[in-house]
């Protein structure tokens, strides 16, 4: 185990410094794209201003004939696109393949000066981390990067859930963690085969009425990943990392997108993978506050003062908690807008 003292020193000479605090930049949308696909590469220039992230995927969903290819196409598009202020992610192949290295080895070198975060399938221990971060090192070193690249892992399997909080701690480039409910739910052996969201069998049914024990019982569908998410959330905050959903499947339905993207920001997710251009709007919308919300919180905030004691509002009680939360709400809506005029002109921090 590393000394404490040691924790913020490069792991190889010449590397760049380990960042001490994770930046919070807007990342309310992780977009997917595969850099092989030539007709949706040419699309990116239209995407990446409408994205916070924009991300190159390596891993599922291609095939092994075209991984290679991928991996020229995200090294291409690298050099080509200019990104603005949306970050360039990507996510390598897993750990245990024979593309991971090349994977690495081939991006660092060429464009690791364009890429923000390399993202990690299936990472089910601290020691993944410890790898990665390594070999990134002496990577970055020899490529003379002034930065480091930081790194986002994906929760995939039981044992990384059983490791969470080593897995969040591992590095200081650790920048955040994202839900894989697929993969989670067949190493769980789940038995759904959907890509995220609830099941029309994960149930509660209401006890029976005790004047009519035949009549119907209704049911209330619940959410499958509940206790996941507010642990990895837990996680995240714990370390100062990040927390992120991941995919949700069913493209067409937009409303249960919609649901179960809202459920993981109420719960402290900070945004959620799009899959489909259909998903980037609906991700915006969600991981940014309400209006009214930001409005409300301002109020509270307001009347508070300087944030100490107890005061009763519209027939609530508002306290110092109560501040903090609010202050939550404001300063996301605060970052946010700085970044998207139309969501500055909706808040109206001007008044």
């Not at 196409?73 to 593309?99: E, H, M, Y």
Request: charged share 25%.
């Amino acid at each position: 185990m590393r000394s404490a003292r040691d924790f913020f020193k490069p792991l190889a000479a010449g590397a760049p410094e380990p960042l001490r605090e994770i930046p919070f930049r807007p990342s309310r949308v992780i977009h997917f794209f595969p850099p092989h696909l030539d007709k949706v590469v040419a699309k990116l220039p239209e995407v990446v201003p409408t994205v916070d992230i924009i991300l190159g995927n390596l891993e599922d969903a291609i095939p092994m004939a075209d991984k290679e290819a991928a991996r020229h196409g995200l090294i291409d598009v690298a050099k080509r696109i200019d990104f603005g202020a949306t970050q360039l992610w990507t996510r390598v192949n897993s750990l245990d393949s024979p593309w991971f290295l090349d994977d690495l080895t081939e991006i660092v070198s060429t464009v690791g000066h364009k890429i923000d975060v390399i993202m990690i399938p299936k990472v089910e221990g601290p020691e993944d981390i410890h790898y990665v971060d390594r070999l990134l090192a002496q990577l970055e070193a020899k490529a003379k990067l002034t930065r480091p690249i930081l790194v986002h892992a994906i929760l995939e399997t039981a044992r990384g859930m059983v490791n969470i909080e080593d897995i969040c701690g591992a590095s200081p480039r650790m920048q955040g963690l994202s839900l894989g409910p697929a993969d989670l739910a067949a190493n769980r052996r789940m038995k759904t085969t959907r890509v995220g969201g609830g099941h029309p069998d994960y149930v509660v049914r209401q006890d029976p009425d005790a004047n009519n024990p035949e009549a119907a019982r209704p049911v209330f569908q619940q959410d499958l990943w509940h206790y996941t998410l507010a642990r990895m959330v837990d996680a995240c905050v714990t370390h100062g990392i990040l927390p992120f959903y991941g995919p949700f499947g069913d493209i067409k339905d937009v409303v249960a997108c919609e649901d179960q993207f809202r459920n993981a920001y109420l719960l402290g997710c900070v945004g959620a993978w799009s899959l489909h251009p259909v998903q980037i709007d609906i991700a915006k919308r969600v991981f940014s506050p309400r209006p009214e919300d930001v409005a409300q919180a301002q109020r509270v905030i307001d009347a508070m003062g300087d944030g100490t004691g107890a005061i009763m509002l519209d027939g609530k009680m508002e306290d110092d908690a109560s501040v903090k939360q609010c202050r939550v709400v404001v300063e996301l809506a605060r970052e946010l807008a700085a970044r998207d005029p139309e969501l500055a002109a909706r808040y109206d921090f001007s008044s």
